[in-house]
C-alpha cells in the first residue's frame, strides 16, 4: 500500500489544554500507529511570532507543547517530530515560493481581510493600519511547511482550508513554471470532530479564558472545575446530560461502562456539586500518569531538547535534498551544473502514475485559472453568467489569433482551462 504523509503543526503560543488534548493530540498520536501513514508534527515557532510579541510566552509554550506530546506518549521514531525554527531549508523554501505567489492571492487571505474590514469599521484611514508583513503573507510560509515534506494530508478545522488551497495553488504554480516537484497537498477536515465545551460551555479556547490546562495541578484543577456553568436544577431533579458541560467532558475521558454510569447519575438527580466531584476526581485519575511525566519532562529540558534535535535531523535528511532541487529547477545552480538529457527526464516522466499525473494537470489547470481570476469573477457575477461566459469565450478566440509563438501559447492554455471550468455554461 501507499504510504499517505500527514503534517501538522502546532503554534507556539499557549499552554496546552483538555480541547487541545481532545480533538488534536490523542488522535493525531494514535495515526501514527498506522503503518501507511507516515507524520510529521512540528512547533511552528515562526508562525507564532505573528501575532505574538513576548519572547517569554514563546518560549515557554514551546517548552510546555513539547514536553505535552512526548509525555502523551508520541514515539518519535514513528514521527517526525521538530521545531520549525530548526529547519533552515524552510525560510528559504518561503522565500522561493513568495516570488511564485501573486499578491491578489494573499490579499483574499481570510486573517488579512478581517483585520483589513476590522479597520474600516474603526475609521482608520489607513487600511493596513497595525498590519505586518508577518500577517499578510504568513500562508506562504504555511505552504512552506506543508509542501517541504510533500505532505498530502493536513488535519485543519474548517477555517484553514483557504490555506491548504493557497498551498496548492502556489504548488501548482511553481510546478507549472519550474519542474514537478511538490505534490498538491488536500485538507483533511473530520466533519465528526466533537466540540470540546470550556467553562462556560463554549467551545474550549484560549480566546475565550474558558479552558482547562492538559497538566493542571490537583488543587488548581479543582478549582476550575467548580466554575463549570450549570442551570438551576436542584438536587433530586433530573439533569440533561446531553447539555451539560461536566457530563460530555467526563464522557469524552470515559468508556462505555463509565458513561453510562454518569448518565444513570444525571437522569437520578446528581448535585450539581457532586457531579463536579466526580468529574474531578475522575479527571484527575485520567490524568495523573501523563501528568508525572510532563513534570518530570519539564524538569528534564536537555532531554527533551535531544528529541527535537532527533526530529530535526530526521527533517533536514529530507528537507536538504528537495530544496537542493527547487534551488536547481529555479535556477540557483553551481556554475558547473549541467542539466541532465530530455530523454531522462522523459523516461522520469513515464514512471509516474495516473494519479501524479492528474494532480500535476489539476496544479497547471489551478495556476492558469488563478491568473484568470478577474474573468472568473466577472462571469459569477454577472445576471447572465452564460451569457457572459460565451461572450469572453469569443472575444478570447478572437485575440488568440492574432498572437504569435509564446503569447499564443500561453493564451491558448488559459482559453483552455477557462472552456473547461465554464463547461456547464457553454452548452
Request: glycine residues 6%; negative net charge; aromatic residues 6%.
Amino acid at each position: 500500500m501507499s504510504n499517505t504523509r500527514v503534517l501538522t503543526g502546532i503554534t507556539t503560543t499557549g499552554t496546552p489544554h483538555i480541547g487541545n488534548y481532545l480533538g488534536a493530540i490523542k488522535p493525531a498520536i494514535e495515526a501514527t500507529l498506522n503503518p501507511n501513514t507516515s507524520s510529521f508534527f512540528f512547533l511552528a515557532d515562526y508562525h507564532a511570532l505573528i501575532k505574538c510579541h513576548d519572547p517569554e510566552r514563546v518560549a515557554q509554550s514551546t517548552r510546555e507543547i513539547a514536553a505535552t506530546w512526548l509525555a502523551l506518549g508520541l514515539d518519535t521514531d514513528k514521527a517526525t517530530f521538530y521545531r520549525q525554527t530548526d529547519i533552515p531549508e524552510i525560510p528559504e523554501l518561503t522565500w522561493i515560493l513568495t516570488c511564485m505567489c501573486s499578491k491578489g492571492l494573499m490579499n483574499r487571505a481570510h486573517a488579512y481581510k478581517a483585520s483589513v474590514d476590522a479597520n474600516r469599521e474603526a475609521g482608520s484611514e489607513d487600511l493596513d493600519d497595525g498590519i505586518t508583513m508577518g500577517l499578510f503573507s504568513y500562508p506562504i510560509l504555511m505552504a512552506a511547511d506543508i509542501l517541504m515534506f510533500n505532505a498530502h494530508k493536513i488535519p485543519v478545522g474548517k477555517d484553514q482550508i483557504q490555506h491548504i488551497e493557497m498551498a496548492r495553488d502556489i504548488a501548482g504554480k511553481f510546478n507549472h513554471t519550474y519542474e514537478e516537484l511538490f505534490v498538491l497537498p488536500e485538507a483533511q477536515v473530520d466533519e465528526e470532530t466533537q466540540l470540546i465545551p470550556g467553562l462556560d460551555g463554549r467551545k474550549m479556547s484560549k480566546s475565550y479564558d474558558n479552558t482547562i490546562p492538559l497538566f493542571a495541578p490537583t488543587d488548581q484543577l479543582r478549582k476550575l472545575i467548580n466554575q463549570i456553568k450549570t442551570d438551576l436544577r436542584e438536587p433530586g431533579e433530573p439533569k440533561d446530560a446531553d447539555n451539560s458541560t461536566i457530563f460530555q467532558l467526563y464522557n469524552l475521558f470515559a468508556n462505555k461502562d463509565e458513561s453510562a454510569a454518569m448518565r444513570s447519575a444525571f437522569e437520578n438527580g446528581i448535585a450539581w456539586g457532586e457531579a463536579k466531584r466526580e468529574l474531578f476526581e475522575f479527571l484527575d485519575a485520567k490524568l495523573s500518569a501523563p501528568r508525572t511525566g510532563y513534570n518530570e519532562l519539564m524538569n528534564n529540558l536537555d532531554a527533551v531538547e535531544a528529541e527535537l534535535h532527533k526530529g530535526a535531523e530526521k527533517a533536514r535528511a529530507e528537507a536538504a535534498p528537495l530544496l537542493e532541487k527547487v534551488r536547481i529547477a529555479a535556477g540557483i545552480r553551481p556554475l558547473t551544473y549541467v542539466a541532465p538529457k530530455a530523454e531522462k527526464q522523459k523516461t522520469k516522466q513515464k514512471e509516474l502514475t495516473a494519479e501524479e499525473l492528474a494532480r500535476i494537470e489539476e496544479g497547471r489547470r489551478r495556476a492558469i485559472l488563478r491568473g484568470a481570476q478577474s474573468l472568473l469573477d466577472q462571469v459569477a457575477n454577472a445576471g447572465d453568467p452564460a451569457a457572459e461566459a460565451k461572450a469572453i469565450v469569443a472575444a478570447k478566440t478572437e485575440e488568440v489569433a492574432g498572437l504569435k509563438k509564446k503569447a499564443k501559447q500561453k493564451a491558448e492554455n488559459e482559453l483552455e482551462a477557462l472552456k473547461a471550468e465554464w463547461a456547464s455554461l457553454l452548452v
